[in-house]
């Protein structure tokens, strides 16, 4: 991957009133987003979650119990929705109608939850969305008064018209889901960052704690990510890691890095040295 542009932070507001991720008009202290899926099992999923920091945490209607199965296992007895911010997904859905039905049973099943992530998937090899299927869901459901949290792809032009539909997030990829590839085209992401004026969240592609970090430095209001904690050695050690790359990649970028140059700088002054 080539190297980072060069970017400073939009606002004047530093690290000290940069405290909190606002999705939704609901503030987050954590800015990492975690899936539950992929883990041994419900206890694993804890406790990488707690070791993460993550305040949010997404579930997949279709593959995962939260209720829909009174004899199976329920994850929210794990992951209490007092405690956490339940974000729904429509993972597995390959057309709007399925994902808006999706959002709509998950509705039901947390009380009139509104806030859910958006993904239509265009094939099952890539897992790229289908960007004409995402935006025909997303406009049913902001008006059916969803908060809609929207995974596509990091095309800036699309990022900005699921903004303009409503969306209160917009989450472009990093690289493929479950590639850990990491941010594959920098220059799309900040593109977008910079013409947006809701949070955007890299969404699918992180690998590993730089990756993360990457992305922060880049001015992405988050990180969303799953199989990269999931599918480590250690979950719950990369879980802690995913949560200090976020934290140190949201300072970098606030701090605003130094200019890159091709030559030598000289890390003590010059002028006035005895010869």
Known sequence: MSALPNVEHRGDAGASTDRTLTVAGVEYRSRLLLGTGKYRDFEETRAAI??????????????TN????????????????????????????????????????????????????????GDRKTLYPDVAQTLEAAETLVEDGFDVMVYTNDDPVIAKRLEEIGCCSVMPLAAPIGSGLGVCNPYNILTIIENASVPILVDAGVGTASDAAIAMEL?????????????????????????????????????????????ASASSPLDGTFV
């Open 219 to 263: 001015g992405c209001d988050g990180v969303l990510m799953n199989t990269a904690i999931a599918a480590a050695r250690d979950p719950v050690l990369m879980a802690s890691a995913m949560r200090k790359a976020v934290e140190a990649g949201r300072e970098a970028f606030l701090a605003g890095r130094m200019p890159r140059r091709r030559y």
């Open 50 to 63: 707690e070791a993460s920091g993550a305040e949010i945490v997404t579930v997949a209607i279709r593959r």
């Open 66 to 121: 939260i209720g829909q199965d009174p004899g199976e296992p329920n994850l929210l007895d794990h992951l209490p929705p007092g405690r956490f911010t339940i974000l729904p997904n429509t993972a597995g859905c390959y057309d709007a109608g399925s994902a808006v039905r999706t959002c709509r049973l998950a509705r039901e099943l947390l009380d009139g939850h509104r806030l859910v992530k958006l993904e239509v998937l």
